[in-house]
């Protein structure tokens, strides 16, 4: 069964840094796809960056060049680094296997001007 722990949001000034974790549980994240997502108020669901079981990543334009996403296969866990953050960058971040409809309590980053 598919369970998915985000952590590590917060409220941070624009400019500054924030990690994310999701602590993944019933895939391999070593094999399946993962991803982060996040939805502002009002607004759908975006993708934000996936990270395949080899390692190839992707990026939304809004977030390349100051989010990285990375995994530790030992852990089973997926990381969202957030630098240079912007006020849009707020919303509720999820992760998520790829095609997976089970989703977590995802995490709050809020970006003050």
């Known amino acids: 069964q598919v369970q998915l722990v985000e952590s590590g949001g917060g409220l941070v000034q624009a400019g500054g840094s924030l990690r994310l974790s999701c602590a993944a549980s019933?895939?391999?994240?070593?094999?399946?796809?993962m991803a982060w997502y996040r939805q502002a108020p009002g607004e759908q669901r975006e993708l934000v960056a996936t990270?395949?079981?080899?390692?190839?990543?992707y990026y939304d334009d809004s977030v390349k060049g100051r989010f990285t996403i990375s995994k530790d296969n030992a852990k089973n866990t997926v990381y969202l680094q957030m630098n240079s953050l912007k006020p849009e960058d707020t919303a509720v971040y999820y992760c998520?296997?790829?095609?997976?409809?089970?989703w977590g309590q995802g995490t709050q980053v809020t970006v003050s001007s």
């Open positions: 998520n296997y790829i095609g997976s409809s089970t």
């Open positions: 990270i395949e079981g080899r390692g190839t990543t």
């Open positions: 019933g895939r391999s994240v070593s094999i399946y796809s």
